[in-house]
């Protein structure tokens, strides 16, 4: 098991809006998701990718039987992948200035081509051999050969990454000395990355005799 600093965190910026005229609650939902869209795209090349989730505008009903409409709902979502960290800070305050608008989980983890997989497959192979030449050094025996192995698992990033919820409230941000724009550190949670492999060894006899045996004993 190795444990490595995340290279991604992924989270999910949504917006909503109530409105009692369909065309108003749609005309609002698109300013709030396109402000979003802005806020994400001017963070530049810190952002690993980005992509619209969701976008709808449905009734509310009320009434004893519920066919009372009451007005109109609406929700879009935007899904982010950050490799610079230092941005979190910056579009979490961001996205926060947007009416109505709430951040999701983060979600920390590694890249699914991180080299870091790898070292942790080579890392687990390594400690397959070391317990087999320990087991035949207990019978007095070498490893002589490899006859099988097998890849049992690997997890990590997306199966092992960390979440993090974030509730914001009175108090949440603290402000720089000079009054400028809220501030938070967040630190990223690492990660823990198992690989696994099944090895079967050959080896020499073993050396079962006891001293006796040695002595001559028929």
Same mark, same amino acid.
């Given at each position: 098991? *190795?444990?490595?600093?995340?290279? @991604?965190?992924?989270?999910? @910026?949504n917006? *909503? ?7 108003? &609650?749609?005309?609002? #939902? ?12 001017g ?19 009320s ?18 992948? #950050?490799?610079?960290?230092?941005? #979190?800070?910056r579009?979490?305050? $961001? %996205? ?19 080299l870091?997989?790898?070292? %942790? ?14 087991? &035949? ?12 192995v097998?890849?049992?698992? *690997? ?20 402000? !720089? !000395? ?14 823990e990355?198992? $690989?696994?492999?099944?090895?079967r ?18």
């Amino acid at each position: 098991m *190795l444990e490595r600093d995340p290279e @991604l965190v992924d989270l999910h @910026l949504n917006v *909503l809006v109530r409105d009692p005229d369909r065309a108003a &609650a749609l005309a609002a #939902l698109t300013e709030r998701a396109a402000a979003l869209q802005t806020l994400v795209a001017g963070l530049g090349a810190g952002i690993e990718r980005y992509a619209n989730t969701g976008f709808n505008v449905y009734p509310q009903f009320s009434g004893k039987r519920g066919d009372q409409l009451r007005g109109y709902e609406g929700r879009a979502s935007l899904s982010v992948t #950050l490799a610079d960290f230092e941005l #979190l800070p910056r579009l979490i305050t $961001g %996205a926060n200035e947007v009416e109505l608008s709430e951040v999701g989980q983060l979600v920390w983890r590694m890249r699914r081509d991180s080299l870091v997989f790898r070292e %942790a497959r080579l890392a687990a192979v390594e400690d397959a051999l070391s317990r087999a030449r320990d087991y &035949a050094a207990a019978f007095g025996s070498t490893v002589t050969g490899l006859i099988e192995v097998t890849d049992v698992g *690997l997890s990590g990033g997306g199966e092992r990454s960390a979440t993090r919820a974030l509730g914001f409230g009175t108090g949440a941000f603290a402000r !720089g !000395g000079g009054g400028g724009e809220p501030s938070f550190d967040l630190a990223p949670q690492r990660q823990e990355i198992t $690989g696994q492999v099944e090895a079967r060894f050959s080896m020499t006899d073993p050396e079962l005799a006891d001293d006796r045996d040695r002595g001559g004993r028929p």
